[in-house]
């Protein structure tokens, strides 16, 4: 019942998350601490250079599920600042050629404007141009109607037919084209063509790390998104940075892996190519192979082992991988989040409310045949108990046969030994009166035999039924025995109580009664003399005797005494001048903390002016240094400048070649006649 109950509490919490992610898909990759990031980046979307893309897994898809995209953003989100330049620009993203060439019309769209009439077909175009004509232009025997096309055009039916050959979708005999279109939804194409949660556990075990993370484009931008995430409480976000202009990385044929088997990077489908250079970069999602089930994966991964394989994962969450000659298998993580990546959200819920129910169903068959077991045990104990009361009354009837027995031989013998005289006849109808009565006493204690046999195989059986039931109830029995002790204790503790204990209870309480009258009085008669405050701003006298308090007030009055004698002042006059000594020294410290203060403030000054010093000084060292090797090139002479403040020197390193040479072409001038020589001389 537990185990049913826990699966049961587990199947409504997956539930209610699928509902969550069901109404606001975001919420699935990171909850609702998305959604205040979300709101945080919309707040500050100014800052950002390029709006980012997050989460990644709220930007892949497994399959064809139509979804909220802003087409004029790369990142699809929506944003107020892209909106007002679409608006004030008053133009589009692409050019009209590349909208038109570029769309892709679901499947569905195509189904409903079949069932509705609304293809461009002959029959329809008649209306608005007169001189065509209405004949089929594939087969030219009838005319083009949506129902022709569909069903009636001899082309088409070739078409269907090889649809038919490759796959397992087969109309039979069409009537009309509502007709071809409730065949195709019996038929199944449209859970052919959206099986796309079905890699959903592998593909979420392979990069299920990543699918919570954002993507931006400058390290700029990556501290701007970690400031909103810390004002959302987002402080574990994942923050990728990737150039958004790249454009879709074109794997080679020859790095890919040499297999039939589909890869992650196959099964994934994004409108933004930098989601899936981002997933390529760092996941290796085009070297992750996707099998079905574990015997096909140790088969790819460890036996056949293509060129450019990374891992292998199962349909059910298991990894594989080869490393040097290591086999590795690691089973499913338990605490995945599997289905995110899963459209068919109706079919999981509805799936899990089935398991729910199930469970709930074995609860309560569960709990109906507890009772039932209870119910028996209860009747079994009643009927172990009425035997045994059977029995008991049986065993003690069978004693007093006995008894009667016995009486009856001893007043026969007694009889007999009184009357030697009796004649044959007497006694032989005693005899054979007494042979009746033995034989009937026999017959009835056969009767009670088999009935004590019978009695006895029941109560066999019965205490057999009880041994099983006491085994399946044993704790219960444990706990009623122990129950059972317990107030058995406390009745016999209780009673002690009432008999010993209370009555010594009771002569402790009067006597402490007394006690506590004559603690009044006696306080009474020295609150006269000495006052509580009085006594409480001494110490006090809760620890101390009459003896120690009397000997105490003798020494206070004493000192009382020579006090008196030696200080004319009274203890009023003393607690004034204490409080105004008290006042000055607390004034004094405030004033030495405002002090401190300021010096603190001063301190903190005398560094910043020191570390604007000493910036300033190594300026004007590079300056200097700068001017100076300037001036030596413009001279010819190609020199380094060595300026050391603490040493109070300036050294110059000039090649021996560019000085010799520059003294020989101007021998003529001399060499302190330059005016940076002189200066630096």
Known sequence: IEENERKHRNMQREISELRRCQTNKVTAFGGERVLRLLQMIEKHN???????????????????????????????????????????????????????????????????????????????????????????????????????????????????????????????????????????????????LLNGGTWSMAVETAIGRLLDAFIVTDHKDSLVLRNCAKEANYTSLQIIIYDFSRPRLNIPGHMLPRTSQPTVLSVLHSDSDTVINTLVDMASIERLILVEDYDMGKSVAFEQRPQNLKDVYTSDGFRMFFRGSVQTILPPNKRIRAGRLCSSIDDQISRYEKEAMDAEELVHQAKVRKRDFDEQARELELELQSMKRQRTNDERLLMSKKLNLQDKKNVYAAERGNNLISNADELHQEILKLKEEIKGKESSLEEIKMKRTAAEEKANSLKLSHEKLCESTKEEICAIEEAEKDLLEKSHYDRVMHEKVLTDIKEAEAVAEKLHLERQGNFEKSSKICSEKEMESVGGCAKSSSEQLSAQLKRIDQRLKHERLRFSESIDDLRAIYQKKERKILKKRQTYEAFREKLHACQEALDLRWNKFQRNATLLKRQLTWQFNGHLRKKGISGHVKVNYEEKTLSVEVNFCSLFLYLGNNSKLHFFEHEEFRWFF
């Open 46 to 192: 100014r800052k950002f250079k390029s709006s980012p893309i997050g989460p990644i897994g709220a930007h892949v898809l497994t399959d064809s599920e139509d979804g909220w995209v802003w087409w004029w953003e790369k990142a699809g989100l929506f944003s107020v600042r892209p909106a007002y330049r679409c608006i004030t620009d008053g133009g589009l993203r692409h050019s009209f050629r590349q909208q038109v060439w570029s769309s892709r019309s679901p499947l569905n769209v195509l189904i409903w404007r079949i069932s509705h009439g609304r293809l461009p077909i002959r029959d329809r175009l008649r209306r608005f141009i007169l001189d065509m004509q209405p004949t089929c232009v594939l087969c030219g025997d009838e005319d083009e109607t949506i129902s022709h096309l569909s069903v009636g055009c001899s082309y088409f039916q070739d078409v269907w037919r090889e649809v038919g050959r490759k796959t397992r979708f087969n109309l039979g005999q069409l009537r009309n084209v509502h007709h071809l279109l409730w065949q195709w939804r019996d038929t199944g194409i449209s859970e052919t």
